[in-house]
Each structure stands twice: as structure tokens, then as C-alpha cells.
């Protein structure tokens, strides 16, 4: 009966400051909402107030037992609430509310002068802003030097993220201009940047040189030259490495941003009727993924045989006496579990 005397009204302010902390994205998924889409009275829009105890039992309607989330997850929060017991939640609530506070918002490379330059950057895939004091005579080198040291490297050990904590090279672009990286040696006072400008990361780590083939032969082995832009050949060690029998010919997929998920209203204005299992594509957002490669062909049953061979791992369920299928060497290999997977592409 006490739950139900209470007022469902969550007040201006702790909305504000769920809001604020979670910076427009999900505390559970992390994904971005666009800021835009979000209704300016009631200061959210496609993320939504739940309730880490629930309201009908007794939990009320403060900062403390309330998180934002999409629609998305809100649905499986109360469709799955074993994952999602209220302990499950608050941890998520306050490991996205703590790195705010893992790096400083301000950072300075000056002491003692008046003279410096000051550098916003944004770290757009956790929606961080920075502010740095910079002497004038800095690069764009020597801030990429500092953002990874003090800025990457400090949330990507917070947040578990390896490609952050073991950051290579970190190049610069305007966040006007994403895809066209600064020149590395340009003073920042050189660096033209509107008012509401910022600069962002893109992390160069070492990219394996690969050399796509149209199948897999003897010749593999062989060494690969190519026609550089002037017209003379590359050196093979500048275009290949040595392969292990189980690595499959990779390529390199470079870094950008993608438009990924199922949008409602586009779904009803193209006439397409909405399925419940559209659900799990919502929200539709977009994506920054660094630079990556993949391979070409799917793993062959005769490569995965040479990984099962050189680790030692256990073979798929599929195959008999721990071999792959007769006469399918080449095929695609199946079965394989989830730990074995991440095994083989690590390896």
C-alpha cells in the first residue's frame, strides 16, 4: 500500500543529473543517443528511467535507484531480471558515472607560464570532454604523446579496453573533419579550430601488412612484389610476414564510422511491418570502429586442424578421431565453441 500512495514524479533535478552523468548514452549498453532526439521539457527521450528497485516495491524515485538506459535494454532489464539483479545494476550505474573521474577534466602541460594554448578533446566513444592547457610551441605529436599517456591509456585500464591500454601512435582529426588526420608536426597554434570544435583520437595501432589471395596454394610461400605508386617494386618484407599454417590471409579494414541498428519510424515509412524481434536492433546509432583486419575466406577445416595441432586445443565435435571430415579439408570448419574461437584469433 505504500508503494501505491507514492507519486510515480521523478523531479527536474534528478532527471538532470541522471542525465548528465550518463551523457546520453546507456549505462548498460553504452549506446549514444543522439542528444537531438531528446524531448527538451522532459530532458530525455529514447532513454528511459528505470527503476533499479522496483517501484512497485517500494523503490522510490531517487538518483540512487535510478539509471538511464535505451529501450532496448530496459526491455531485457524486465524480461531477464535474473541478469539484471539490483546489485548487477548499480555496479553498471557507478563504473559509467566513475570514469568521469578517472582523468581529470583539465589537464596541463605548463607550469609557471601564463602563455599556453588551450585544446579541447574529445573522446567521442565515451562522450568525454577535455580541456588542455598546452605551451604554444606544442605539436600535434606532442598532445597525441599526452593523450595517450594521461588520458587513453588511464580509461582504457578503468574500462578493460587492451586497444586503449596498450595504445600505440595516437594521430589527431578535427571532429568537423573525422576522416582527414592533422599533420603531426603542426604547432597547435597552427591548428584552425571553429569555436564549438574539438579534436579526436584515432589510434594507430601496427597494422600486419597482408597480402590477399584468391585461394590457398603451395605458392603462398613464395615471395609477393608489387608496383608501388612510382613504379617500383616493393621489397617482399614490406608487404608480407611470415604466416603460421592455421593464419588465414587477412585484410585490412581501416578505421570509420557506420550507421548500425533498425529505426522504427524508417521501418513504418518504407511499409515494412514491426516484428518484436526488431527490438533487439534498437536503437539505430552510430558507430566509430578503429582500424581492424578480418579475414578473407572463412577458417578451413585444414587450417583449424594446424591450430588444433600447434596449441594443443580440443578439435570441434563434428569431427572423428580428431580429424577433419575426408575430402572437406577446404570446407568452412563448424562446431567450433565460443572459447575456442577467441582461442584461434588470438593465438
Request: aromatic share 8%; glycine share 4%; with cysteine.
Amino acid at each position: 500500500m505504500a508503494a501505491q500512495s507514492q507519486s510515480r514524479y521523478i523531479p527536474k533535478e534528478v532527471v538532470s543529473r541522471l542525465l548528465e552523468d550518463a551523457r546520453y548514452r546507456c549505462c548498460v549498453c553504452r549506446v549514444l543517443i543522439d542528444p537531438q532526439r531528446f524531448d527538451s521539457e522532459a530532458l530525455f527521450g529514447s532513454l528511459e528511467k528505470h527503476h533499479i528497485v522496483y517501484f512497485s516495491e517500494g523503490g522510490g524515485n531517487t538518483y540512487e535507484n535510478l539509471l538511464l538506459v535505451c529501450a532496448n535494454c530496459h526491455e531485457q532489464i524486465h524480461n531477464h531480471p535474473e541478469k539484471y539483479p539490483p546489485d548487477e545494476l548499480r555496479k553498471k550505474k557507478l563504473h559509467w558515472v566513475g570514469m568521469k573521474e578517472v582523468v581529470p577534466s583539465e589537464l596541463r602541460m605548463i607550469s609557471g607560464s601564463r602563455e599556453f594554448v588551450r585544446v579541447s578533446f574529445s573522446v567521442e566513444s565515451f562522450n568525454l570532454q577535455y580541456s588542455i592547457l598546452a605551451p604554444p610551441r606544442t605539436t600535434v605529436s606532442q598532445l597525441g604523446l599526452l593523450v595517450r599517456d594521461r588520458i587513453l591509456r588511464p580509461l582504457g585500464e578503468y574500462d578493460d579496453n587492451s586497444s586503449w591500454a596498450d595504445a600505440g601512435e595516437v594521430a589527431f582529426a578535427l571532429r568537423s573533419a573525422p576522416e582527414a588526420p592533422l599533420d603531426s608536426r603542426l604547432l597547435l597554434t597552427q591548428v584552425e579550430m571553429a569555436p564549438d570544435d574539438a579534436l579526436v583520437a584515432i589510434i594507430r595501432a601496427p597494422v600486419v601488412p597482408v597480402v590477399p589471395t584468391s585461394r590457398l596454394t603451395d605458392k603462398d610461400d613464395e615471395p609477393v612484389v608489387e608496383k608501388g605508386s612510382q613504379g617500383q617494386q616493393a621489397a617482399p618484407e614490406e608487404r608480407r610476414r611470415d604466416r603460421r599454417p592455421f593464419e588465414p590471409h587477412m585484410v585490412h579494414i581501416p578505421a570509420g564510422r557506420f550507421w548500425m541498428g533498425t529505426d522504427r519510424r524508417a521501418q513504418r515509412s518504407a511499409g515494412i511491418e514491426w516484428q518484436s524481434w526488431m527490438e533487439d536492433e534498437t536503437p539505430y546509432h552510430r558507430v566509430y570502429l578503429p582500424d581492424y583486419a578480418i579475414a578473407k575466406y572463412p577458417v578451413t577445416n585444414a587450417q583449424y586442424a594446424a591450430f588444433v595441432q600447434a596449441t594443443d586445443r580440443r578439435t570441434p565435435s563434428s569431427w572423428e578421431g580428431g580429424r577433419p571430415p575426408r575430402g572437406k579439408e577446404n570446407h568452412p570448419v563448424t562446431d567450433v565453441s565460443w572459447d575456442d574461437a577467441m582461442a584461434y584469433c588470438l593465438s
